[in-house]
């Protein structure tokens, strides 16, 4: 009788064992992903993100936490599911620009035992087709921007800023709607709204036959400049004569002696001579509705070549969330400035 109670025991004891084992091994997760060309990889989903390595072509990843255009990105050989054991972000779209995903992990054993109980259990009867995943094809139409232009979050011109379209440059757009357009990278294949930059007014953007302009080609995010140095200079308003005015970004900063007062933003014109009034007062409109971030006070300072980057501004502007000019001043002493 002792004999068979320690048999039974210590079957229990290599069962429970074995299951412990299976419970234990690492469930599949995310997708691999075999890269096809160089792609950076962000300390944060952001494209002015510190970028801190680079995939190689040929290279193996494991990506999962897909969000707003951008996953997270691991060894393909990692096993734990947790978002703090990634290298980092890349963009969705500059990943499968090329790469290549390998199939679907398999499933452990025990999952597939399950499912083929459940399988057996039902019949072929209840069988629903599997999902496609969307298909690459020409979808939407190619358009360009007329000015500059920002592309937001949702259809509302409040939403969160996404990036900043230049005068001419080349966008795929479709999923028109209460007259904005979803926007897409220019070689876009997949008609998904997730894959999306974001969304544009139609009225500014035009078919590339009605752009006076030759358009440019959408260029690639550069890593973020240090603080010191002034920003890639963008082009602004353009006046009468067709000329565009593009300007450096100095820096941005906030009054910390007067917490509700407005954010201060300096930039630098690019122009060979100093602007009339009103021209100045266009210009500077124009960086405000570019550079301004969801219900920011936004003033704005601009300098004129070779003026000290801290010294005193040529104008400054202000205006009501509208746009309504609300504060418009410049100066006569810096009419010539050093160059």
């Known amino acids: 009788m002792r004999s068979l109670f320690a048999c039974t025991i210590a079957a229990l004891l290599v069962l429970g064992a074995a299951v412990s084992g299976l419970a234990r091994e690492p469930a599949a997760w995310g997708r691999v992903y075999t890269v096809s060309g160089k792609v950076a990889v962000r300390e944060n989903p952001a494209e002015n993100a510190v970028q801190v390595r680079v995939l190689k072509s040929g290279q193996k990843v494991r990506v999962d936490f897909e969000d707003d255009g951008w996953a997270a990105v691991f060894e393909p050989t990692e096993t734990k599911r947790s978002e703090v054991r990634a290298m980092g972000y890349v963009s969705l779209s500059e990943l499968r620009s090329g790469a290549r995903a390998e199939t679907a992990p398999r499933l452990e054993k025990s999952e597939k035992s399950e499912k083929s109980a459940k399988s057996d259990a039902s019949g072929t009867a209840g069988k629903k087709e599997p999902k496609k995943a969307p298909q690459a094809q020409a979808f939407g139409?190619?358009?360009?921007?007329?000015?500059?232009?920002?592309?937001?979050?949702?259809?509302?011109?409040?939403?969160?800023?996404?990036?900043?379209?230049?005068?001419?440059?080349?966008?795929?757009?479709?999923?028109?709607?209460?007259?904005?357009?979803?926007?897409?990278?220019?070689?876009?294949?997949?008609?998904?709204?997730?894959?999306?930059?974001?969304?544009?007014?139609?009225?500014?953007?035009?078919?590339?036959?009605?752009?006076?302009?030759?358009?440019?080609?959408?260029?690639?995010?550069?890593?973020?400049?240090?603080?010191?140095?002034?920003?890639?200079?963008?082009?602004?308003?353009?006046?009468?004569?067709?000329?565009?005015?593009?300007?450096?970004?100095?820096?941005r900063q906030a009054d910390q002696l007067r917490p509700l007062g407005p954010v201060v933003l300096r930039v630098r014109l690019d122009v060979s001579a100093p602007p009339a009034p009103e021209a100045l007062r266009k210009i500077m409109r124009e960086i405000w509705k570019a550079e301004r971030r969801k219900n920011e006070d936004l003033q704005l300072e601009a300098l004129l070549p070779g003026m000290d980057q801290g010294g005193l501004a040529y104008g400054v502007a202000r205006f009501h969330d509208d746009g309504r000019l609300k504060e418009f001043w410049w100066r006569d002493v810096v009419l010539r400035a050093k160059r």
């Open 141 to 251: 139409e190619l358009r360009v921007a007329d000015r500059n232009m920002a592309v937001r979050a949702g259809r509302d011109k409040d939403s969160e800023f996404r990036r900043l379209l230049r005068p001419g440059q080349r966008v795929r757009v479709d999923f028109q709607e209460d007259g904005w357009f979803a926007v897409f990278g220019p070689d876009e294949t997949v008609r998904d709204l997730s894959r999306a930059w974001g969304y544009g007014r139609d009225k500014y953007l035009v078919p590339e036959k009605d752009y006076a302009a030759e358009p440019e080609p959408a260029a690639p995010a550069a890593p973020a400049a240090p603080a010191a140095r002034e920003a890639q200079a963008k082009p602004a308003q353009k006046q009468k004569d067709g000329e565009a005015v593009a300007y450096s970004v100095l820096g």
